[in-house]
């Protein structure tokens, strides 16, 4: 208890973090510290490094030097095992050979628990996550004949299903509406809220972020050039700099807002 | 049409009376079904899944090219009579190679940072080419009669296995069944690629090289016992997909097995005893699942 607790404390760690290719930098080198719990959106222009640090961060990408710890594991050299129950990480883009339904995608979800040989309480944890994710009475359709809302509601029960505390979503918006777009930020804030999840996600609309995260952090070229609340940094001048572009901040209900539309 | 046939029982088919004789080929020729059928079908399941890919087969690593090039280079170092190097020391030559070749390929490709897949299947490719470059070369300096033992040694056909290869090739394949049977829950996470199999906890890298040298054990047994085939695995492989009530391999596998079973025992026994053309039966096969990887290669291509 005492372990999990110290363990719990710890959050996410990059130390000197860095990726190149072909020896270009393409990331860092970074150091930065997510404290666990809440929401934490990372935001930048295209190519920032974003999709690369998160990638690194659940273990998908190595870096090229520096260290990630996630819950006090080194993501580099812990257990494969041990680390899928800690930290799980959905990407942009799913595509997979087999046809597969919402509950067995979900199911996958709690392999690193049921090794494949699902227990009660894997069925129950299966049910509360296709639950959650309000695809009830979906178990059964392919994910291919979902709509791009429903089907990315499916990936995200599967990694909740995994029921690690830290929970890495790549760009978790991308192709979805209004409505959808609101429902899974809505989704994943009642993940953080109600089942204590840490949560980092790469966002492209900075006024999703501006709305739902606890933290921002702002990468530019491969650096982290900001991070604080959103008060902090969805402001014109950290904006400005982090996108190159004009930007207008304005107040909405007690959000920020970045207008930026028209230069 | 009987050639390879009269080699191996010298006094002809149906003249020594023998039952226990016939009894005995027919017993070897069904064993070497049965191993076949699991080695190939086995083999290209695995290589699907971890290739995550279902158009591909395992010889795109280039194993029937280094089939071809050791039986020719042996042809051409030791001649027709040859032999020096027969029977058990000659297979047991054979795997070693192909084994070897696979597990140097995999680990070194595969234990870098830059482990990458798709790197590793375009070297087999070139390698491939390569490895038929050099034998068709040998093959051109070949005497006449030379050439013509190596074409009856490179031409697949049941009734060629070697008997006393059987129990060697027979503990291999089981061992590997059992392996892989015991596995077949990771084995769908694997199915889903890269990112979700090391995001649910699997050794990626590991799986991937262990099971690659599954697959050339599986299938250097296959060539050593009936000589080089393509697209036999393919063909059971695709009907298993068609036929499975889900894509676990706890359904998939045992169905692929009994299809290529089936394929393997209708095929040889039509052949054989309709049309007298046993050593058509690989022929036949390859034929039809050439026809079928034609046919899936352009209904996914223009979907």
Redesign the interface.
């Known amino acids: 208890m005492s372990q999990q607790h110290a363990r719990a404390s710890r959050g996410i760690e990059l130390r000197g973090v860095e990726k190149r290719y072909a020896g270009r930098h393409v990331l860092g080198p970074i150091d930065l510290a997510i404290e666990r719990g809440g929401v934490t959106a990372l935001i930048g222009a295209n190519g920032a490094g974003k999709s690369t640090m998160l990638t690194i961060i659940?273990?998908?990408l190595?870096a090229d030097s520096g260290r990630v710890e996630v819950g006090g594991l080194d993501v580099r050299v812990a257990k494969?095992?041990?680390?899928?129950?800690v930290v799980?990480?959905l990407?942009q883009e799913?595509?997979?050979?087999?046809?597969?339904t919402v509950e067995?995608l979900v199911t996958?979800?709690r392999?690193?628990h049921s090794?494949?040989?699902l227990s009660s309480a894997d069925r129950r944890a299966i049910h509360a996550a296709i639950a959650f994710l309000d695809l009830s009475g979906f178990e059964d359709r392919f994910i291919d004949e979902l709509s791009g809302g429903q089907r990315q509601r499916a990936f995200v029960a599967m990694v909740l299903a995994?029921d690690t505390d830290y929970v890495l979503l790549d760009e978790p918006l991308t192709g979805l509406d209004m409505r959808h777009a609101v429902g899974m930020m809505g989704q994943v804030r009642a993940a953080a809220d109600a089942l204590g999840k840490t949560i980092v996600l790469v966002i492209h609309d900075v006024n999703f972020a501006a709305a739902y995260a606890d933290r921002i952090v702002a990468l530019a070229d491969g650096r982290v050039i900001a991070s604080g609340t959103p008060e902090e940094i969805i402001t014109p001048e950290v904006l400005e700099r982090v996108f190159k572009t004009p930007v207008e901040v304005l107040e909405h209900a007690g959000k920020r807002v970045a207008v930026y539309y028209r230069p | 049409m009987h050639g390879d046939e009269k080699f191996h029982h010298p006094k002809g088919r149906g003249r020594t009376g023998a039952f226990w004789i016939i009894m005995q080929t027919r017993l070897v020729s069904l064993v070497t079904i049965l191993l076949v059928a699991v080695a190939q079908s086995v083999a290209t399941v695995l290589f699907?899944t971890v290739t995550?890919?279902?158009i591909l087969t395992p010889s795109i690593l280039g194993f029937d090219a280094l089939y071809v090039l050791s039986q020719t280079a042996l042809v051409f170092v030791f001649g027709v009579s040859s032999t020096g190097l027969e029977g058990i020391p000659k297979i047991v030559a054979q795997s070693v190679l192909m084994v070897g070749f696979a597990t140097l390929l995999y680990g070194w490709l595969f234990s870098g940072?830059r482990a990458n897949l798709h790197l590793m299947l375009l070297v087999g490719v070139v390698l491939g080419i390569a490895f038929q470059s050099i034998a068709s070369f040998l093959q051109r300096m070949l005497t006449p009669s030379e050439f013509d033992v190596l074409s009856a040694r490179l031409f697949g056909s049941i009734s060629k296995a070697d008997p006393a290869y059987l129990p060697i090739a027979g503990a291999i394949v089981l061992g590997i069944l059992i392996y892989v049977w015991s596995r077949?829950?990771?084995y769908?996470?694997l199915?889903?690629?890269?990112?979700?199999s090391?995001?649910?906890?699997?050794?990626?890298r590991r799986e991937v090289v262990v099971n690659l040298v599954l697959v050339a054990v599986l299938v250097s047994i296959s060539a050593t016992m009936v000589g080089p085939m393509t697209f036999y695995g393919f063909l059971v492989a695709t009907l298993a997909y068609q036929f499975a009530p889900?894509?676990r391999h706890a359904e998939v596998l045992p169905l692929a097995i009994g299809i290529g079973l089936v394929t393997l025992l209708a095929a040889t026994f039509v052949l054989r005893h309709l049309f007298s053309a046993a050593g058509l039966v690989t022929v036949i096969i390859e034929f039809v699942g050439g026809a079928l990887f034609l046919i899936v290669l352009l209904r996914k291509g223009l979907r």
């Not at chain 1, 799913?94 to 597969?100: K, P, Q, S, Y």
């Not at chain 2, 090391?198 to 990626?204: F, I, M, R, S, W």
């Open positions: 659940g273990r998908l190595d494969p095992k041990e680390l899928a129950k799980s990480i990407r799913n595509h997979f050979m087999a046809r597969l067995q996958f979800g392999f690193p090794a494949g040989r995994q | 699907h995550a890919n279902r940072r077949r829950r990771s769908d996470v199915a889903l690629g890269r990112d979700v090391v995001g649910l906890g699997l050794k990626y889900g894509d």
